[in-house]
């Protein structure tokens, strides 16, 4: 049985967010109805980024809220899509004039109130696109009629170059083609110890043995395709890190930036054991790791796991990536 610091489940997103408003008042702001947090001082004469999904995965996306990465972010309800209504208003309250790019992860509901929101934006003459996120390697099917990869991890790459691009002044169209570019070279596998529990729940939302590991897991606890063994981690990372690997066909003398992410209950001291063996792994392999960011960035309630994600890096991405940033979740 598991115990939570909940008040009325019914009210943990929009305490949280008045919670999280008050202790980065130079950051953000939080507009209570509808939902959304903004920079607290609004950018001028810039493309806005904005990006939004359902609550329970923090830090993302409320935390990346600040220059040099997102001008707005809209939380749903936990493990829900934000309304296309809540979108349309956060988009409005951060577009300068520019247009607004809109960064998605492709779960069926955000995808559809986010096309909703732009077609609602394009009635009011604001411009808006979006470049649709789709990383997760364990949800790779060859079926055309399918949803298609479900976005993670690399998310958090594409608001930060996105967002350092559009500080320097890239417009919409600049905006969306390397937003797309940087998600066509990131991958990202997932794996859990067990499942989170939802607000106000006892249980988590799945069993799992304690012999056994959930390989492919999703950041809404949904199944993975097997179970595996569970092992040290020594066994474990090359199981991970070699289809991506494969999958972004990566070779001797390539550059990657490495996301070594925990889903929730995962201790940093687990996550950096698991980024040094990507790392052996990687220089075994002949490919250099130019960046990496080791932390709790895309979480999934209280989930015991952790997902591994490698983005394909050539020097626009390396400037962008170490471009100044000032957000509660992530600065240098």
């Not at 001008?71 to 829900?80: E, K, L, N, R, T």
């Not at 990202?188 to 069993?207: K, M, Y």
């Not at 990687?282 to 895309?298: D, F, K, N, Q, T």
Request: charged content about 25%.
């Amino acid at each position: 049985m598991r115990r939570q610091f909940v008040n009325d489940p019914e009210d943990v997103v929009p305490e949280a967010l008045e919670g999280f408003a008050a202790a980065w008042p130079r950051h953000v702001t939080w507009n209570r109805e509808p939902s959304y947090v903004l920079r607290a001082e609004p950018a001028t004469d810039k493309v806005a980024v904005l990006s939004g999904g359902g609550s329970g995965h923090e830090p993302l996306h409320v935390g990346f809220v600040g220059r040099g990465m997102l001008d707005a972010a809209v939380p749903g309800a936990v493990f829900a899509s934000p309304t296309a209504m809540q979108i349309r208003a956060a988009s409005l309250a951060a577009d300068t004039g520019r247009g607004v790019l809109h960064v998605v992860k492709n779960y069926t509901g955000d995808v559809l109130n986010f096309r909703i929101a732009g077609e609602l934006l394009a009635d009011e003459g604001v411009r808006s696109d979006i470049v649709l996120v789709d990383d997760d390697l364990a949800t790779d099917t060859d079926d055309p009629d399918g949803p298609g990869r479900r976005g993670t991890a690399a998310v958090v790459a594409v608001e930060k170059v996105c967002g350092a691009a559009a500080e320097r002044g890239a417009d919409l169209p600049e905006l969306v083609k390397l937003g797309r570019r940087v998600v066509a070279g990131s991958r990202t596998l997932s794996v859990a110890l067990a499942a989170g529990a939802h607000p106000g729940q006892s249980r988590p939302s799945f069993e799992l043995p304690e012999d056994r590991i959930e390989f492919g897991v999703g950041i809404h606890g949904e199944r993975a395709r097997e179970r595996r063994a569970f092992g040290p981690r020594r066994a474990l990372v090359p199981d991970m890190a070699a289809p991506l690997l494969r999958d972004l066909d990566l070779s001797r003398g390539d550059r990657v930036a490495v996301i070594v992410n925990g889903l929730g209950a995962t201790h940093d001291l687990e996550l950096y054991g698991l980024f040094g063996e990507v790392g052996k792994l990687l220089e075994e392999a002949g490919i250099s790791v130019a960046r990496s960011l080791v932390g709790s960035y895309v979480t999934s309630l209280d989930m015991a796991g952790c997902s591994v994600t490698l983005v394909r890096a050539d020097d626009e991405f390396l400037d962008l990536w170490d471009a100044p940033v000032s957000t509660p979740a992530l600065t240098w």
